[in-house]
């Protein structure tokens, strides 16, 4: 392929969308999208997810998971350090052959803090945004807060000591909408958990030129919660998680609670992932267009909230493509297509190396919640037995015979779905070709 003919890249995944609930993107058909059946994420949560994703790897191969007693900044540098290690995979590919890259990411584990970085440029959205210039202010504000561990007179002190009062006045403009909404949300004037950082994204995309050929990741957080002004810090819906984590209770009311507003939030999510669509139509002819999800989000069904848990409603996800105006659709053969197929789906339109896509079988893995239970649980108040049950190495394999959750560490099938002789063949052999 010449020169001429190498497509821009763009992955759009809208963080936290069910395939059961992505009814909304049906419109991306008329746009020359195809979509691709039993599209299957591999980690039950954002990181693993999006690093399978750009590094063709489950989990265990790419080293990006949960880890008991590894949170926060020592997720952190877990996930630069492999990231850099693996080159940032189709990132670091596409950047070697004279590829932009651009990362715009409403979720603040898609950033150069956990290895998405070394790009042309970036941009961290919130919905304490409204546009791409605030959030670059944003950007800055939270890195001063940080050095004065969210101290806000500290912070305002040293921005005024190094003459950078319009950043201040930034920041309280930005400060003050926030507590307005909220407040406006409380009286039932607004709701605040609508919109979480795609107005900021639009503004970044719309009206401006990109250096082709591009690679550009994008993650939208519109159906990730919360979802009620009742639970704006999440801590009803992490403490309803680790409840069904460790001790496999569900909190109805916080089921239910989630359970209402997801189809609103997922339905919202789909339009601002059309918008986006929208303003990059002067860039599809020319591109390789996918859209998906990282995972979906548990409503009572067979757990809540997303992370750990391996269930369908966490694990299947839509998957669209439009492929270049040059280039043929690749079929899709397997029953199955796993998110740790898109580096081959780039390359199937850059090179033309795929003639089919999917598989028979695929998988997904889970090392433990991603959430600190010490935040929520004084020592001793969780047993040592369910904190090992907890965080260990579980499976979910899907084949055309059926799925089964296997747990690698205790050689034991969880759950089994369709013929058990064959998946308990199959699963143990995925699980020793994970291993090695």
Same mark, same amino acid.
């Given at each position: 392929?010449?020169?001429?003919?190498?497509? !821009?890249?763009?992955?759009?995944?809208?963080?936290?969308?069910?395939?059961?609930?992505?009814?909304?993107?049906?419109?991306?058909?008329?746009?020359?999208?195809?979509?691709?059946?039993? /599209?299957?994420?591999?980690?039950?949560?954002?990181?693993?997810?999006?690093?399978?994703?750009?590094?063709?790897?489950?989990?265990?191969?790419?080293?990006?998971?949960?880890?008991?007693?590894?949170?926060?900044?020592?997720?952190?540098? $877990?996930?630069?350090?492999?990231?850099?290690?693996?080159?940032?995979?189709?990132?670091?590919?596409?950047?070697?052959?004279?590829?932009?890259?651009?990362?715009?990411?409403?979720?603040?584990?898609?950033?150069?803090?956990?290895?998405?970085?070394?790009?042309?440029?970036?941009?961290?959205?919130?919905?304490?945004?409204?546009?791409?210039?605030?959030?670059?202010?944003?950007?800055?504000?939270?890195?001063?807060?940080?050095?004065?561990?969210?101290?806000?007179?500290?912070?305002?002190?040293?921005? #005024?000591?190094?003459?950078?009062?319009?950043?201040?006045?930034?920041?309280?403009?930005?400060?003050?909408?926030?507590?307005?909404?909220?407040?406006?949300?409380?009286?039932?004037?607004?709701?605040?958990?609508?919109?979480?950082?795609?107005? /900021?994204?639009?503004?970044?995309?719309?009206?401006?030129?990109?250096?082709?050929?591009?690679?550009? $990741?994008?993650?939208?957080?519109? /159906?990730?919660?919360?979802?009620?002004?009742?639970?704006?810090?999440?801590?009803?819906?992490?403490?309803?998680?680790?409840?069904?984590?460790?001790? !496999?209770?569900?909190?109805?009311?916080?089921?239910?609670?989630?359970?209402?507003?997801?189809?609103?939030?997922?339905?919202?999510?789909?339009?601002?992932?059309?918008?986006?669509?929208?303003?990059?139509?002067?860039? $599809?002819?020319?591109?390789?267009?996918?859209?998906?999800?990282?995972?979906?989000?548990?409503?009572?069904?067979?757990?809540?909230?997303?992370?750990?848990?391996?269930?369908?409603? $966490?694990?299947?996800?839509?998957?669209?493509?439009?492929?270049?105006?040059?280039?043929?659709?690749?079929?899709?053969?397997?029953?199955?297509?796993?998110? /740790?197929?898109?580096?081959? #789906?780039?390359?199937?339109? #850059?090179?033309? %190396?795929?003639?089919?896509?999917?598989?028979?079988?695929?998988?997904?893995?889970?090392?433990?919640?991603?959430?600190?239970? %010490?935040?929520?649980?004084?020592?001793?108040?969780?047993?040592?037995?369910?904190?090992?049950?907890?965080?260990?190495?579980?499976?979910?394999?899907?084949?055309?015979?059926?799925?089964?959750?296997?747990?690698?560490?205790?050689?034991?099938?969880?759950?089994?779905?369709?013929?058990?002789?064959?998946?308990?063949?199959?699963?143990?052999?995925?699980?020793?070709?994970?291993?090695?």
């Amino acid at each position: 392929m010449g020169e001429q003919r190498r497509p !821009n890249v763009i992955l759009l995944v809208i963080d936290t969308l069910r395939e059961d609930h992505a009814g909304g993107l049906e419109a991306l058909r008329d746009l020359g999208f195809v979509k691709y059946e039993n /599209a299957i994420a591999p980690a039950p949560w954002t990181l693993p997810s999006h690093v399978s994703m750009v590094t063709g790897l489950y989990p265990s191969q790419h080293g990006v998971h949960e880890v008991y007693g590894v949170y926060a900044g020592a997720m952190m540098e $877990l996930s630069r350090r492999r990231m850099s290690k693996l080159n940032r995979g189709i990132m670091g590919e596409l950047m070697k052959e004279g590829y932009s890259a651009y990362v715009i990411s409403a979720n603040p584990l898609i950033s150069a803090a956990y290895g998405f970085g070394g790009v042309t440029e970036g941009l961290m959205a919130d919905d304490a945004c409204r546009r791409h210039k605030e959030c670059k202010d944003y950007e800055r504000l939270t890195t001063t807060l940080s050095r004065h561990e969210g101290y806000l007179l500290g912070a305002a002190l040293e921005l #005024i000591r190094d003459g950078e009062v319009r950043l201040l006045l930034s920041g309280l403009r930005m400060l003050t909408r926030l507590r307005l909404g909220r407040l406006a949300g409380r009286l039932g004037l607004h709701d605040p958990t609508m919109e979480k950082g795609s107005l /900021a994204i639009l503004d970044f995309l719309r009206g401006r030129p990109f250096t082709e050929p591009f690679l550009m $990741l994008i993650n939208i957080m519109e /159906a990730h919660g919360p979802y009620t002004v009742k639970d704006t810090d999440l801590r009803l819906t992490t403490r309803a998680f680790l409840e069904a984590v460790f001790f !496999n209770r569900l909190d109805e009311e916080v089921v239910n609670l989630n359970r209402q507003s997801y189809p609103r939030h997922a339905a919202y999510a789909a339009r601002r992932a059309l918008e986006i669509i929208h303003a990059l139509r002067g860039y $599809l002819d020319r591109s390789l267009v996918i859209v998906t999800s990282d995972h979906g989000e548990l409503l009572g069904d067979g757990g809540i909230y997303h992370g750990y848990f391996l269930k369908d409603g $966490l694990l299947r996800v839509p998957l669209w493509v439009r492929w270049p105006s040059w280039a043929r659709p690749v079929k899709q053969e397997g029953a199955f297509v796993s998110l /740790a197929q898109v580096p081959s #789906i780039v390359r199937a339109a #850059i090179n033309g %190396e795929t003639s089919s896509l999917g598989s028979d079988v695929v998988l997904a893995e889970s090392f433990g919640p991603q959430v600190r239970p %010490e935040s929520f649980y004084r020592e001793g108040e969780l047993p040592r037995e369910a904190i090992k049950r907890a965080f260990s190495h579980r499976v979910r394999v899907y084949t055309r015979r059926g799925s089964a959750t296997y747990n690698v560490d205790s050689d034991d099938f969880e759950e089994v779905s369709g013929d058990v002789q064959e998946l308990t063949k199959v699963v143990r052999d995925v699980a020793s070709g994970l291993a090695r």
